[in-house]
């Protein structure tokens, strides 16, 4: 083997990738060849200490944001796919007057035997009822859990369930005042907007304002006080916004929600 | 299934309309592109953002996918346009390498100057990394942190493998010579 053969086989020195008729080959060049050799050594020794460099991890941000935007993206190509066209009513042609009284005589004699189907319907609701209560444990059960990636995919399911589920926006309101996981705080805040309206959010968000000491909840908690149009808040934004020790860009933005509310 | 034959499934099915399916792919490979990211750049919150770029742009580009080419591959290309379309939108902005946190491994050394001569050394070495123009970096990147074969790295670079072989020969060779002149300008 030759100088410029060696620089050739190196790559495969590094990862251990070379034959064992290769590598035998090297020894023997190196056994002639100093040169070779000590650069062949200086090499392997700097690439070894490459794999001592730190393992870096990204922030616990970059999952939560990468699930917003799937989300995101999801809702979005289901919005842009196309509904299927609507008929006006008097654009059925006879076929579709035809049809229309073949259903009416139909139903009526139906009617009926719809009576005896009212206990099945029951049945329906009663599953649906069980569905919601399903939705309600899995939310609570999540929301309650040690690991904030867990409590992130409750706030997230609680918009499986409706508005007027008293235990799941207790517990989101719980998440937003006392959640240690500022990640947390702020989807709880997010998911609070689905029970907008409700007397029992619109009273307690200044309440949540004061107890925030992240700046990006107090942020977020602004913006969903002045969308509620909760005057309710004002002595909480003027006390925030006078604040020796609020984050600079908070005061702005509790000046400006007085400015909006007043 | 291995876990690339089960990637290249997951893409298939992403591609055909399955979009939740790039939440396992998320999980399975955020950190490595993360790590990808952060060597050619050194700046955490760019790097967090071109992860981000990448799976948009995996899911725009999703029909671009073929059945039999390698995910790894595929997400890697996608990887360094998004790279090189984030480093040309920020031209003239901040300076992208950050002073380095310094908290590489320490040797099992129990003698403390030891540990702190190579701790010094890590960082010049992280100097040297950050001096190379992008093109030796990023070879390097893919062969000693990614943990690609040079087949692999061949596919992403749209070479031959023995041109990939030579560039890393070339890139570890001038990685080596800048190490050794920092530390003998922090020597003399």
Redesign the interface.
Known sequence: MKCDQVKEHIADYLVGALSPTEAEELDEHFAQCTACKQETAALSETWEMLGLLEQERPSAQMGPRFYQSLEAYRQGIQAATPAPAKRRFFDWGWQGWAWSAALLIGGLGGGQWLGQRERGQRDLAGLQDEVHHMRQLVTLSLLEQQSASERLRGVDYSSRVDQSDTPVLTALLHAVNHDPNVNVRLAAVDALRKFAGNPAVKGTLDQSLVRQDSPLVQLALIDFIVDERDKAALPSLAALERSPTADRNVKEKALWGLSQLQ | MPEARADNVLMQKIRDGD??K??VL?ERH??AL??YF?RLTGN?EF??DL??DV??RM?KYRHTYRDGNPFTSWMYQVARNAHLDGVQKRKGEMPLFEE??A???ASAEPDPSEIVR?RQ??GL??RA?AALPVEKREV?VL???QNLK?EQIADILACDV?T???R??RA??A??QV??ELAGEKAS
Do not use: C, N, P, T
């Open positions: 979009l939740a790039m939440a998320f955020h950190r993360f790590r952060l955490r790097s967090e992860v981000q799976y948009f899911l380095g946190s908290q590489e491994q190579r050394d890590l070495l992280r990394l390097l062969s000693r942190f040079y023995g990939v072989k030579v890393v020969y570890i060779k990685l080596s190490f050794f």
